[in-house]
């Protein structure tokens, strides 16, 4: 079968506040992130080349959690723009051939949304059952559910003498899926953005939608995930308010929204209980994509690597399509922790064709092209409850104030080290870290088996480097990683370098050879 748009696609996440700033405020905007389209794609080997973008939430916000806690579904923070604003975006992108898919947040408002100021309001209230009202005593919580930013899940209304159900923030109320009224008014949200051109959801915590009906207490989790840290052993196993077998009934009524349309898409925020589980939210009449989060939070180790790609091919079905992320707006991003031990920088460039060259869509995000790293956030410029500041600093365009993000006197975050790792800096550099993402890119569409190909892992490397197999009947490739600072004698077949991180091996026009240099990554055309 053909492949679909969203399979083909090289995604690009971008946190709007922080991609490019338009009016001098010192915030990133939408006119902002338009200005700099024809950097993502503008049809020529200078640019990037990625097909899509996904915009973090631009709705408006008190910010307690970024934007994730929206208090209109149909606006536009001020911020970041109006509709008029967001309209251009996508009418610029589309000619560009760029999607935009935006970012839907359904599991929780915040507490400034009209209907949890009015559900809070009384008992009787009609938008009581919107969200998660028990009523009864302020000593004792209706189950043990932990937040998951920490500390208990629910939290005591005194006017009405009742709790709600908060899996983030206290200012993050979850929605009832259980009452059909607050799908259909989330269907609407949908449309009103399908309308408007979106061309689908990344969609937050959809796992967690719909929580136990008898809101029984969640175990401790007695399997340990080492890759995992929220995984482990002895802590709290989420199993009665996350991954519920009732949540698929809901991720069905969004599919059936989405398939309303023309050629849209959704990609969930997708965190089963076990990650062998995550293709069961893959299915055609549920989700196109879900992140598959092992790559975010592994260390720089082939054996790490190989587990996660193993585990998922094995539990991913012909139906299931992966997708491959090594940094989001939640994480420290990957060049920074690879720093313990080892050259990042050679190191993020072997990860970048790992995710490249893997059967899936890769998902980019902004500022990894160039090898940005994490800022430093002073304590008192923090913004982030929980301290995931540092991946979310500007974007850095050149080496000029404010690293070319913002002409205002101050960044709503501080940037990071502008001067040594800017977009300008990189841009006519062929050894550059954006060179080898730009010719990633461009080898996923002239390369048909990166893309359209099996995936076979092959034997012949050590344990710590990767070696595999992409083919179609018309074109077999090997790529080759080496993950250590040594060099490494891995059974490499003839053929054609077609890519190496390795300038010199890239002058060569050395036909086979039996040696990957440090950090290494080759992919390789055998015949
Ligand atoms: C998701 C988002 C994260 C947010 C949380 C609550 O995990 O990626 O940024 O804090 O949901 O909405």
Known sequence: MALQWWQRAVFYQIYPRSFADSNGDGIGDLDGVTAHLDYLNDGTPNSLGIDAIWLNPINPSPLDDGGYDISDYCGIHPDLGDLAAFDRLVAEAHRRGIRVIVDLVPNHTSNQH???????????????????????????????????????????????RSWYLHTFLEQQPDLNYRNPAVAEAMHDVMRFWLDRGADGFRVDVIHGLIKDDQLRDNPVRVEHDADIPWYAAGTQDPLYCSDRPEVHEI?????????????????????????????????????????????????????????????????????????????????????????????????????????????????????????????????????????????????????????????????????????????????????????????????????????????????????????????TPAQRLVVALNFTAEPRKIDLPAGKIILSTIAARRAKSAKSFRTLAPNEAVIVETS
């Not at 209907?115 to 009523?135: C, G, H, M, Q, V």
């Not at 005593?137 to 899940?153: I, L, M």
């Not at 790559?295 to 790609?309: N, S």
């Open 251 to 471: 991720i069905r009524g969004f599919r059936r929204v989405t398939d309303g349309y023309q050629d849209r898409m959704m990609v969930g925020e997708t965190w089963p209980r076990e990650q062998e589980r995550l293709a069961d939210y893959l299915r055609p009449d549920e989700l196109q994509l879900g992140f598959n989060f092992r790559f975010l939070l592994a260390r720089y180790d082939a054996r790490r690597f190989r587990a996660a790609i193993e585990l998922t091919e094995k539990s991913f079905g012909p139906g299931a399509w992966p997708t491959w992320t090594l940094s989001n707006h939640d994480f420290p991003r990957h060049i920074s922790r690879y720093s313990h031990g080892g050259d990042s920088e050679a190191r993020a460039r072997v990860a970048a064709v790992m995710i490249a060259a893997l059967r899936g869509t890769p998902f980019i995000y902004y500022g990894e092209e160039i090898g940005m790293r994490d800022a430093e956030i002073p304590v008192e410029r923090r913004r982030d409850p929980v301290g995931r500041d540092g991946c979310r600093s500007p974007m850095q365009w050149s080496g000029a104030r404010n690293g070319g993000f913002s002409t205002g006197a101050k960044t709503w975050l501080p940037c990071g080290d502008f001067k040594a790792v800017n977009v300008a800096r990189q841009m006519k550099d062929p050894r550059s870290m954006l060179s080898l993402y730009r010719r990633l890119i461009r080898l996923r569409k002239t390369a048909p088996a990166l893309v359209e190909g099996s995936y076979r892992a092959l034997d012949g490397a050590p344990e710590d480097c990767l070696m595999f197999h992409r083919e």
């Open 114 to 160: 009209p209907w949890f100021i009015e559900s809070r309001a009384s008992r009787t209230n009609p938008k009581r059952d919107w969200y998660l009202w028990i009523p009864g005593r302020p000593d004792r919580p209706p189950s043990n559910w932990q937040s998951f930013f920490g500390g208990p899940a629910w939290k005591y209304d005194a006017a009405t």
